[in-house]
């Protein structure tokens, strides 16, 4: 049950920073920076908006590795979420 809670608070606060769609870029070639290097100890920090506000946000910073972690997990409690859902009619 706690690991539940755990994923599920995860999931509500990395949601609004999937969520974000980036601008497309005006030329058509991707944009390679080199701070994305393939390293998992590289620092990545980002910031999550609070829903409902315009200041307010926080920032978490984490290794490649363990955002990459922390997005297989949150997959993970929303497959196992919706894989339990109560048959209609049951």
Known sequence: MRNFL?????LTLTTPVFAMAEPASKDATPRT???????PNRIICKRDKAIGSRLSSKK???????????RADNRQAVER?????PKSGQ
Request: proline share 0%; glycine share 4%; net charge negative.
């Open 6 to 10: 755990l994923a599920t608070a995860a």
């Open 33 to 39: 920076d080199q701070n994305e290097s393939g390293d």
């Open 60 to 70: 978490m910073c984490a290794t490649a590795a363990q955002w990459e972690q922390m």
């Open 81 to 85: 979420a919706q894989a339990n859902r």
